[in-house]
């Protein structure tokens, strides 16, 4: 089945674009030789997008948006929220976040949903700080961190100060001290490594510094900060790795650089969609 992307385009463009991404992500295969996109099928069992379609084309298109992000806070594309806490710890929200609180006086606990942050962490001995992103779960005293969650994987780097993590699975426990990371998958994969500690969140100053992290990846921070969506179409070309430092104000022309050293190639569909393949 085909949908002209230009109309589903025109459809989308006032709409919170970020809302449809994995259902693309996951029907996208490719452009037809006529600029159609080839789509999979069509399915709103999700409730994110219904559309109409005809005997062998969409001869109507009638999106629905159901978006419903319930948190304390919730950021939308380049936008980034300072906030402070009860206890009086201080949060920076990355783009396209959901963070979710609860600070008692008997606990402080935080759910990062989706997205990125930074947090600084007020020591209080008798209350530790618990973050919860899925595939990580994160102790502190006083601390300052960044936390990223995307799809079924998640990534802390402390700045300065330590943590306590606790990965997903039958994986160990792990102390982390400033410079170092970790990251861990649902299925308890665990990566780790070290970072130079004023490079950690540098997207605070729209800055995105990258060390062998895989182009899917990157390209997926980057659509964050494109008003629109980013897709790779070529899981082998999404995973080579690769290392820069990139305007995020720019991010096509950031998404553009990502990928020439692999001759890649970047094409813009309509104002909203970029598609990346290996050219």
Known sequence: ????????????????????????????????????????????????????????????????????LRGDAVTGTAELRELELPDGSRVTLGPGSVLRSAVTPRERRV????GVAFFTVRPDPDRPFLVDAGPLGVRVLGTAFELRRGV?????????????????????PATLRAGEWLSADEAGAVARGAASPDRIAAWRDRMLVVDQRPIAEVA????????????VLDDAFGRRP?????????????????????????????????????G
Do not use: K, M, N
């Open 152 to 172: 079924g994987r998640a990534t802390v780097a402390v700045q300065h100060g330590s943590v306590r993590v606790q990965p997903a699975g039958s994986a160990p």
């Open 1 to 68: 089945e085909f949908i002209r992307i230009e109309r589903l385009g025109d459809a989308l463009d006032h709409a919170r674009l970020d809302a449809v991404g994995t259902i693309l992500r996951e029907r996208v295969t490719g452009l037809a030789d006529d600029g159609q996109l080839r789509v999979q099928r069509v399915d709103a069992s999700r409730g994110l997008v219904a559309v109409d379609a005809g005997h062998h084309h969409v001869q109507q298109h009638r999106v629905v948006l159901r978006i419903q």
């Open 111 to 114: 759910e990062l949903a989706e």
């Open 220 to 231: 997926a921070e980057l659509g964050r900060w494109h008003h629109g969506r980013i897709l």
């Open 242 to 278: 690769v290392s820069g430092v990139f305007d995020l104000d720019q991010p096509e022309a950031a998404l553009r650089a990502l990928v020439r050293p692999y001759g890649g190639r970047v094409r813009r569909v309509t104002g909203w969609l970029l598609l990346v393949d290996a």
